[in-house]
C-alpha cells in the first residue's frame, strides 16, 4: 500500500516567508555593498611617460622634494624626474615633453611645457620636469607625453642665450649666443623684432653670421635705434640656416 504526505499549507507558507526572507538579505547585501563602492574617493591615474619612435623614455618617477630648513620640512615646487635616450640614428634638435599634474582624486592640477635640445644619436640624459605653481604634496600623479622632435637636419643652429640691453642714448642693444649642432658648416641669419609697450611692431633687425663650424658656438650684437616717441618695451627673435 502506497501513502503519498502532500505538504501542509502551513509549511508552505513557512518556505515562501524563508525564501523572501534570503532575497531581501541579498538585496540589501547588494545594496550596502554599491553604496560603499559610491562612497570610494576617486584616485589619480597610474603615473606615466610615453616618448615616440626617436626618444624612448627609461624611467620616470615623482621627486622627493621635501627638504629641511632650520629644522622645519617645507615641501618644494613638485616635479618629475625623467632618464630619456635617443634611440635613433639622427641626432635630436628639439623635444618638446608635455606634463599633466594630478592631485590625489585624479583632477588635473596643473599642464607644463618643457623643451629639451641638442640630445645626439645614442646619448641620454635626465632631465626634471617642475610645476610652476603646485608642491610636492600636492601632486599625487602625472602623465607626460612627447609632443613632437625635430631632427638637425632641420634645425640646424639654435639660440644659446640672448638678452637686450638699452644704451644711455636710449638704443637697444641685443647679444647673445648661438650654437651650431649639426656635423657641416653653416650661415646663419638672426632676425630680431622690436616691440613698443603696447607690443605694436616699431622696427626689425637682422644679423647674418657667416661660416660657423659644426659643433661651435658664435656670439652676436645687435644695436637697434628707435624713432623718436617710441621706446622699446620688447622683442622676439627667431633664427634660420641661409641656403647656399
Request: glycine letters at 6%; one cysteine or more; a negative charge.
Amino acid at each position: 500500500m502506497f501513502l503519498a504526505f502532500a505538504p501542509t499549507f502551513q509549511s508552505l507558507m513557512e518556505v515562501i516567508a524563508l525564501l523572501e526572507v534570503e532575497t531581501i538579505a541579498e538585496a540589501a547585501s547588494a545594496n550596502e555593498q554599491a553604496v560603499a563602492e559610491s562612497k570610494e574617493l576617486p584616485k589619480p591615474p597610474v603615473p606615466s611617460a610615453t616618448g615616440n619612435l626617436h626618444i624612448t623614455v627609461f624611467k620616470h618617477d615623482l621627486i622627493d622634494a621635501v627638504v629641511d630648513l632650520l629644522d622645519d620640512r617645507v615641501n618644494a615646487p613638485a616635479g618629475i624626474e625623467l632618464a630619456i635616450g635617443n634611440v635613433s640614428d639622427t641626432s635630436i634638435a628639439t623635444a618638446i615633453f608635455e606634463a599633466v599634474f594630478y592631485d590625489g582624486q585624479g583632477n588635473i592640477l596643473e599642464t607644463v611645457k618643457h623643451r629639451e635640445v641638442d640630445l645626439p644619436s645614442g646619448t641620454s640624459r635626465a632631465i626634471l620636469i617642475k610645476s610652476l605653481q603646485y608642491e610636492s604634496n600636492q601632486v599625487q600623479s602625472y602623465a607626460v607625453r612627447l609632443l613632437r622632435t625635430s631632427t638637425v637636419d632641420v634645425e640646424k643652429v639654435q639660440f644659446r642665450r640672448h638678452a637686450i640691453n638699452t644704451t644711455k642714448a636710449g638704443d637697444a642693444v641685443i647679444q647673445g649666443i648661438v650654437k651650431n649642432i649639426c656635423n657641416v658648416k653653416v650661415d646663419a641669419a638672426i632676425i630680431v623684432t622690436f616691440y613698443d609697450t603696447d607690443k605694436e611692431t616699431i622696427g626689425t633687425r637682422a644679423v647674418v653670421l657667416k661660416d660657423i663650424e659644426p659643433g661651435t658656438v658664435r656670439q652676436y650684437e645687435l644695436k637697434f635705434k628707435p624713432q623718436a616717441g617710441d621706446l622699446v618695451g620688447g622683442y622676439g627673435v627667431a633664427i634660420g640656416e641661409i641656403a647656399t
